[in-house]
T-cell receptor, first 110, second 114 residues
Framework: SQQGEEDPQALSIQEGENATMNCSYK?????LQWYRQNSGRGLVHLIL?????REKHSGRLRVTLDTSKKSSSLLITASRAADTASYFC??????????FGQGTTLQVKP | DTAVSQTPKYLVTQMGNDKSIKCEQN?????MYWYKQDSKKFLKIMFS???????INETVPNRFSPKSPDKAHLNLHINSLELGDSAVYFC?????????????FGNGTRLTVT
């Protein structure tokens, strides 16, 4: 499948804990992006990491990229109930298309 | 102000009908897309338009026809609707075509075919 694999498919944690989601892919990339989707809403772009970058931060988000392993991870620190959503990775190939993974559903319990 | 807006939000119709979904973006972007999200949340690109020109046309039944009257609008017309067309359809836009520019999504149109 062209689509990336995300792991885990579902994650349930307590407020204040950290959440880590992983994404693997099979072909080379220009960049990799992470998106959040709240229930009943469209996807919202969170962060983009280029193929020559290894780590990127944005607020409580930290994204890492390991091109040798063809994998990326998204870490949300000090999670909040409002972080409850589905999180998708999307890889950008040389054709310019964004290929999305199937997402990780995160539930943060107050 | 909504950046990417699509209407309607919900669409319930019977098999065999023809329906349209409209999308407009006020971001000044050159590229617009249609994505389909199935019940398992897989998101798959259907079409991409750059400045009114079709760029990407994935393996989509020809019952689906996109139309871009100008670069701010990309509508999706579906003929002879089938049960399997039930899904959430997302419109998106990006500032540049290709090479993975971040996408701005609308809030989706949930299509239910009965």
């Amino acid at each position: 499948s062209q689509q990336g694999e995300e792991d885990p498919q579902a994650l349930s944690i307590q407020e204040g804990e950290n959440a880590t989601m992983n994404c693997s892919y099979k072909t080379s990339i220009n960049n990799l992006q992470w998106y959040r989707q709240n229930s009943g809403r469209g996807l919202v772009h969170l962060i983009l990491i280029r193929s020559n970058e290894r780590e990127k931060h944005s607020g409580r988000l930290r994204v890492t990229l390991d091109t040798s392993k063809k994998s990326s991870s998204l870490l949300i620190t000090a999670s909040r109930a409002a972080d409850t959503a589905s999180y998708f990775c999307a890889r950008s190939s040389n054709t310019g298309k964004l290929i999305f993974g199937q997402g990780t559903t995160l539930q943060v319990k107050p | 102000d909504t950046a990417v807006s699509q209407t309607p939000k919900y669409l319930v119709t019977q098999m065999g009908n023809d329906k349209s979904i409209k999308c407009e973006q006020n971001l000044g972007h050159d590229t617009m897309y249609w994505y389909k999200q199935d019940s398992k949340k897989f998101l798959k690109i259907m079409f991409s338009y750059n400045n009114k020109e079709l760029i990407i046309n994935e393996t989509v039944p020809n019952r689906f026809s996109p139309k871009s009257p100008d670069k701010a609008h990309l509508n999706l017309h579906i003929n002879s609707l089938e049960l399997g067309d039930s899904a959430v359809y997302f419109c998106a836009s990006s500032p540049a075509e290709g090479f993975g520019s971040p996408l701005h999504f609308g809030n989706g149109t949930r299509l239910t075919v009965t």
